[in-house]
């Protein structure tokens, strides 16, 4: 099983960064995915979640109206679109497959910062 994330980087507040886990290993079509986040000293905390098909959608409070999850079963991706960034959402952004167990990605960071 692998999660790739890539995407992140330094970015000013106010701009945008699009975040992509590439999936393999498993049957990704069947798994809810989601991004979670951590910043220096903070607990992981879940930004949004995808199911399956698509279909539906849950997002922080803290980025609701930002940011984007959207999922290519195709192509065994998920993404994060990030928008209006703040210096807040500084933090290693990881890819997780399923619920209460499931798999994570190594993370990719973003820095938001003028």
């Known amino acids: 099983v692998q999660l790739v994330e890539s995407g992140g980087g330094l970015v000013q507040p106010g701009g945008s960064l699009r975040l992509s886990c590439a999936a393999s290993?498993?049957?990704?079509?069947?798994?809810?995915m989601s991004w979670y986040r951590q910043a220096p000293g903070k607990e992981r905390e879940r930004v949004a979640r995808?199911?399956?098909?698509?279909?539906?959608?849950n997002y922080a409070d803290s980025v609701k109206g930002r940011f984007t999850i959207s999922r290519d079963n195709a192509k065994n991706t998920v993404y994060l679109q990030m928008n209006s960034l703040k210096p807040e959402d500084t933090a290693v952004y990881y890819c997780?497959?399923?619920?209460?167990?499931?798999?994570w990605g190594q993370g990719t960071q973003v820095t938001v910062s003028s």
């Open positions: 995808i199911i399956s098909n698509g279909g539906s959608t």
């Open positions: 997780y497959a399923g619920f209460s167990s499931g798999y």
């Open positions: 290993g498993f049957a990704f079509s069947r798994y809810a």
